[in-house]
């Protein structure tokens, strides 16, 4: 017996009591799972650290589902509500000054906080329905595979979670682009579902990459290895060892292909998926990937693989 509900109008609500009453639910999002909890109940947020094994140093995103809840978090600027009318809901989580006491655990301490507003209508409903703000982290174990369907969140965390709302296949199928609001500079944290081109052509300005300027604002998970299958990882490869399971990109021999096409967003959803998938494959015991662009969503997939790689 799993814990995984369909998610329907009648489950959503059940969900929603799930939240009120301080327990843990894995949601869908349209970048990858979450494990929900009621962001303003440090017992309920302490679950979450303890449930994925995640060090109480790295702190969680608030999903909303109104602009209006962003009172009760922290002072976003011009620049944020700008951003927000052309990007949400949608995968972009923005770092902003934070007000409120009760988020001292969700925040891990930091004065600072992330927000965002999901584009699924189940994340939706469900964060309407209980009336607060959502903390969810990715709903797998600290340092594994980010799950994208509910399935995963299961084989993750099993019965650590009280409830599982099945809400299909995520379609961007990695996290959300973090950028942080809190300087008078646009800093990229985390590349991610929205295209950096697509931040710096709206704003008509370069965004900063906190990865190669050591003076920007930092983001703690950042500096955690992450995204680990089990078994040795290469990344860049096009001629792949015959004891490795090899992952494509484009038209070629390989085992699982990412995107016949070339189609980066395809990649995307794919990638988890397929990484989970040459993790259990019992004929070969390492897995090889063939080179992905840098640019685009080809920039979050390669950040994902190169903290991959690192867990030999
Ligand atoms: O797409 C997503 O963002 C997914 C879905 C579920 O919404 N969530 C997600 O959460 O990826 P998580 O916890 O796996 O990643 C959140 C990242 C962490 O690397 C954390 O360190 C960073 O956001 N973060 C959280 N609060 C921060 C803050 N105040 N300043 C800098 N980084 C922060
Ligand atoms: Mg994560």
Redesign the pocket.
Known sequence: MTNIFKANHENIIKAAEVIKSGKLVGMP?E?????GANAFDANAVAKIYQAKN?PSF????S?IAEIDMIKEIGIADERFFVLANQFWPG?L?M?IQ?TNPKLDLA??G?N???V?M?KHKVAMDLIKASGVPIV????NLSTTI?PTTAEHVYESLGNRVDMILDGGACNVG???T?I?LTTNKVVL??A??LEVEKLEEFLNQKIVNAKSNPEA??????M?KHYAPNKQLRINVITPCCDEFYIGFGDMNCHLNLSKTKNLLEASANLFAYLRVADKNLEYNKISIAPIPLNGLGLAINDRLERAKNSD
């Open positions: 999002t970048t990858v799972y979450g494990l995640r790295n702190p969680l995103i999903h995968p989580t770092v934070r925040c891990a930091l600072t906080t992330t965002r999901p969810a982290p990715s709903a980010s990695l996290e959300s973090i942080d944290l985390r991610g579902g604002p930092s983001s703690p998970g950042q955690l």
